[in-house]
């Protein structure tokens, strides 16, 4: 591992370098190369989880004021959930960085989430380590600020039930209704898929290990098709009234 590399890579420089040497090393690596003198980079992935619930938080309470406690909590869960983290590092080349071993690589390992996600939690628990929280929020801010104003203009931190609820009765005046389509496999590993329903028509489902989860699942689906339907209605307008 090219720990200078990684660092210019990163826009990091690390006092103690096998603090990063440790973030990026993960356990498939050490199963390959077990005389490998560090330990994996799950302990440290603990303690950044940890960091970033933190100052997300702290960050979230003072730039919203007036934000109810719940919405509050949704939005700060949906920044530091697996696929944003898994995106924050896909866009600082984290992949690229990690230590692992090679089946996991020929497996696609540099671009599965759960990799990323723990890799950047990890990064983010040995740079807090190294040189603490100022310099942990001034690394992690630039990518949640653009990332907040996403979520909240796409509603994505909140229930998508409730979502498609509200905007189906504010645009259709119809309540979306769910029916199971199927359930599948043994009994300790189901797999239900349920369709959400304008009136009869199937705006979307969606699969999950509980009902719960797919009616989850198919509301967002629902929902995605809805707002991509409206979008495209005001697009219509505004040309014919142009």
Not at 48 to 54: E, I, Q, R, T
Not at 209 to 237: D, T, V
Request: with cysteine.
């Amino acid at each position: 591992m090219d720990i200078e590399a990684a660092e210019a890579q990163l826009g990091l420089t690390f006092k103690d370098k096998t603090l990063l040497q440790r973030a990026l090393t993960h356990r498939s690596y050490l199963n390959e190369n077990p005389n490998h003198p560090l330990r994996d980079n799950e302990r440290l992935e603990f303690l950044g989880d940890a960091v970033l619930d933190f100052i997300t938080g702290e960050f979230l309470f003072h730039r919203f004021p007036e934000m109810e406690e719940g919405e509050l909590t949704s939005l700060r869960s949906a920044l530091v959930r697996t696929e944003t983290l898994a995106k924050y590092a896909q866009h600082i080349n984290l992949g690229n960085c990690i230590a692992m071993g090679k089946g996991e690589a020929v497996s696609g390992g540099r671009a599965r989430q759960a990799i990323l996600c723990g890799a950047f939690e990890a990064l983010i628990g040995a740079l807090y380590l190294d040189q603490g929280i100022d310099v942990v929020t001034q690394f992690v801010m630039p990518l949640h600020k653009p990332e907040i104003q996403e979520i909240l203009d796409t509603q994505r931190h909140r229930d998508p039930k409730s979502l498609l609820q509200e905007l189906a009765q504010g645009h259709y005046k119809i309540t979306p209704t769910y029916k199971n389509i199927s359930a599948k496999g043994p009994d300790h590993a189901k797999s239900f898929t349920i369709g959400a329903y304008l009136d009869a028509e199937r705006y979307g489902e969606g699969s999950g290990p509980n009902k719960q989860l797919a009616a989850q699942a198919a509301a967002q689906a629902a929902l995605e098709r809805l707002q991509r339907e409206m979008k495209n209605r005001g697009k219509r307008s505004a040309s014919t009234g142009s």
